[in-house]
């Protein structure tokens, strides 16, 4: 049985298994919680994302995958870098947002990590509309089949926080 949490603020600061990386498909680095994480977390996470361009994603992380790096010297064992599609009015992408919970979760599950934190994918730099974004994001954990014990779901500020929470209501 998975149990979803919630937080308000800096995901940087949790302590958690696993922290999930809202990145880019560079994995070189970014804004928002990349760069935060990357700030935070100090070089040896971006070392080991070089390595994984250089061996298995030559041409990048694809979108609605994700993949595994230490997490330097945040207070968790892993970050698992996802890459979230950006929002389009005109094509239904909620598939791709869908396979980024579900791919973290996954490579989770092959760590043996029991609690993941998980920002709000895409919905920064990204633009995807929040209510929609935590309605994939909580029915997408809700359906994993996963031994992850807790999902925690970060949000950077109050607005987030409440959608998030009327969602898990
Ligand atoms: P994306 O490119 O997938 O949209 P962003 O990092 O730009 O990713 O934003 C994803 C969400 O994370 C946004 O809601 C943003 O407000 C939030 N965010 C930004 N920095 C942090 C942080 N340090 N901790 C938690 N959430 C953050």
């Known amino acids: 049985m998975t149990t979803i949490t919630l937080v308000q603020g800096d995901i940087t600061r949790q302590s958690a298994d696993a922290i999930v990386n809202a990145a880019n498909s560079s994995l070189l680095g970014g804004g928002g919680v990349d760069g935060a994480i990357h700030r935070r977390g100090g070089p040896a996470i971006l070392a080991e994302c070089r390595d994984l361009r ?5 041409k990048g992380l694809p ?5 595994a790096t ?3 010297e945040l207070e ?3 970050v698992i870098h996802t890459v979230g599609p950006v929002w389009s009015a005109t094509e239904d992408r909620a598939h791709l947002l869908a396979s980024c919970y579900r791919e973290a979760l996954r490579v989770a599950d092959e760590l043996g990590a029991r609690t993941v934190a998980f920002p709000a994918v895409s919905t ?3 633009r995807w509309p ?3 974004a935590a309605r994939i994001a909580v ?4 359906a994993a089949e996963t031994a992850v014990e807790e999902v925690r779901f970060v949000l950077f500020d109050e607005a987030a926080y409440e959608v998030f929470a009327r969602r898990i209501r």
Do not use: L
């Open 54 to 58: 250089a061996s298995h994603y030559g």
């Open 63 to 67: 979108t609605g995958q994700a993949v």
């Open 70 to 72: 230490t997490a330097g």
């Open 76 to 78: 968790a064992s892993w």
């Open 124 to 126: 920064g730099v990204y």
């Open 130 to 132: 929040m209510e929609d």
């Open 139 to 142: 029915e997408t954990v809700r």
